[in-house]
T-cell receptor, first 112, second 113 residues
Framework: KAGVTQTPRYLIKTRGQQVTLSCSPI?????VSWYQQTPGQGLQFLFE???????NKGNFPGRFSGRQFSNSRSEMNVSTLELGDSALYLC???????????FGPGTRLTVL | GGSVGLHLPTLSVQEGDNSIINCAYS??????FIWYKQESGKGPQFIID?????DKRQGQRVTVLLNKTVKHLSLQIAATQPGDSAVYFC????????????FGQGTRLTINP
């Protein structure tokens, strides 16, 4: 069974631009969560989607948004990029709310 | 409130020795805890979890200990191998309407030959 895939793997943007990251969960997994990982803050929860509905949200500004499609694939969008948004963005999927999460390799976003 | 933190940011051990990675937490309402391993260029990988009503759980070469009295969690890796070199995170599951993982900062484990 294929693992969680994320595209693109690397991305370079400039301040003020917007970016969309994509995540394809493991087949059969209906829950997708997004995390931001930085050296200073570690791994921080962004949001979780289950069956196309946002079920939980972390403490990030409204510039960070996401959505989930009927095939469970998910996208996250960051608008008006800031330098501090440079990070590794990780996606994780699981079958239900009480299963182990499986992480993808992440998308490395650099904001210049 | 509540956070999950790591006692040491780095740890070096000799190959073949046992290693212990520690983690402190402050939210006594967490339902269970998970240890993840993250190798360079990869996402975190589940190692082992432990429910809050347990004190100890063993896996293959790994043991997790939970001390609820002092809110402390540890991961013991027996007979460390070069492939154990990675960053290790502890995370707690907080049920607040929906499950949410709260991660500690991570400990970098280096295995010396």
């Amino acid at each position: 069974k294929a693992g969680v895939t994320q595209t693109p793997r690397y991305l370079i943007k400039t301040r003020g631009q917007q970016v969309t990251l994509s995540c394809s969960p493991i087949s059969g997994h209906r829950s997708v969560s997004w995390y931001q990982q930085t050296p200073g803050q570690g791994l921080q929860f962004l949001f979780e989607y289950f069956s196309e509905t946002q079920r939980n949200k972390g403490n990030f500004p409204g510039r960070f948004s996401g959505r989930q499609f009927s095939n469970s694939r998910s996208e996250m969008n960051v608008s008006t990029l800031e330098l501090g948004d440079s990070a590794l963005y990780l996606c994780a999927s699981r079958q239900t709310a009480y299963n182990e999460q499986f992480f993808g390799p992440g998308t490395r976003l650099t904001v210049l | 409130g509540g956070s999950v933190g790591l006692h040491l940011p780095t740890l070096s051990v000799q190959e073949g020795d046992n290693s212990i990675i520690n983690c402190a937490y402050s939210n006594s309402a967490s339902d269970y805890f998970i240890w993840y391993k993250q190798e360079s260029g990869k996402g975190p990988q589940f190692i082992i979890d432990i429910r809050s009503n347990m004190d100890k759980r063993q896996g293959q070469r790994v043991t997790v200990l939970l001390n609820k009295t002092v809110k402390h969690l540890s991961l013991q890796i027996a007979a460390t191998q070069p492939g154990d070199s990675a960053v290790y995170f502890c995370a707690e599951i907080r049920i607040q309407g929906a499950q949410k993982l709260v991660f500690g900062q991570g400990t970098r484990l280096t295995i010396n030959p």
